[in-house]
């Protein structure tokens, strides 16, 4: 059964990076597109991006100029970076597969953006 | 790429049906048979319910079924029951050239 969990920083500043990494277990992260969703509190999930093994990327428009997602298949991980954050960046982030039958979440990660 | 559409809120009584509509484009819902649908309890990451419109996966029960006509996809649920009491998305890959994923705006359903 594969398992994802997410880590990183809970808070962030405005204006800084927001960096959050995804560990894959019981599973190879060499097959399936592997993505970043997120909520913002109380509201609607929103797809960030996907990436597959190989490292070809595919972003949502609204964010692409903000995001860079990342593979590290010798760690079984894969990484986002959203840059210049802002208060409407706070959200809980899930990293998870979105593979028609092969669905797997993680259990998600609050980020606040904060002074 | 836009959200897709969603009713904010149904609600229904024990044992009756329901169904949330997720409308789109002729760019999403319309070419592509693969929305799936989600169900999300306060506080817990989003499960499958549906995937490629209409199939269950394991363990999902049978009350749940997906349906598609047009740039309209619909999930019915059949006798309901107070654990069914939750937010539903959909969501679809789109775009022709660059298969973007997009969520439907959630509907919070009430078992009244």
Redesign the interface.
């Known amino acids: 059964q594969v398992q994802l969990q997410e880590s990183g920083p809970g808070l962030v500043k405005p204006s800084e990076t927001l960096s959050l990494t995804c560990t894959v277990s019981g599973g190879s992260i060499s097959s399936y597109y592997w993505?970043w969703?997120r909520q913002p509190p109380g509201k609607?999930?929103?797809?960030i991006g996907?990436i597959y093994y190989s490292g070809s990327t595919?972003y949502?428009?609204?964010l692409k100029s903000r995001v860079t997602i990342s593979v590290d298949t010798s760690k079984n991980q894969f990484s986002l970076k959203l840059s210049s954050v802002t208060a409407a960046d706070t959200a809980v982030y899930?990293c998870a597969i979105?593979g028609?039958?092969a669905?797997y979440?993680?259990?998600?990660t609050l980020v606040t953006v904060s002074s | 790429?836009s959200?897709l559409t969603q009713p904010a809120s149904v609600s229904g009584s024990p044992g009756q049906s329901i169904t949330i509509s997720c409308t789109g484009t002729s760019s999403d819902v319309g070419s592509y048979n693969?929305v799936?649908w989600?169900q999300q309890h306060p506080g817990k990451?989003?499960k499958?319910m549906i995937?490629?419109g209409s199939?269950r996966?394991s363990g999902v029960s049978n009350r749940f079924s997906g349906s598609k006509s047009g740039n309209t996809a619909s999930l019915t649920i059949s006798g309901l029951q107070a654990e069914d009491e939750a937010d539903y998305?959909c969501?679809s890959y789109a775009g022709s050239s660059?298969?973007?994923?997009?969520?439907?705006?959630?509907t919070k359903l009430t078992v009244l």
Not at chain 1, 44 to 47: K, Q, S, T, V
Not at chain 1, 105 to 108: A, D, F, M, T
């Open positions: 993505s969703i609607g999930l929103e797809w996907y595919n949502n428009p609204s899930y979105l028609g039958k669905d979440w993680g259990q998600g | 790429q959200a693969l799936s989600y990451a989003p499958l995937y490629e199939k996966p998305y969501c660059t298969l973007h994923v997009v969520f439907g705006g959630g």
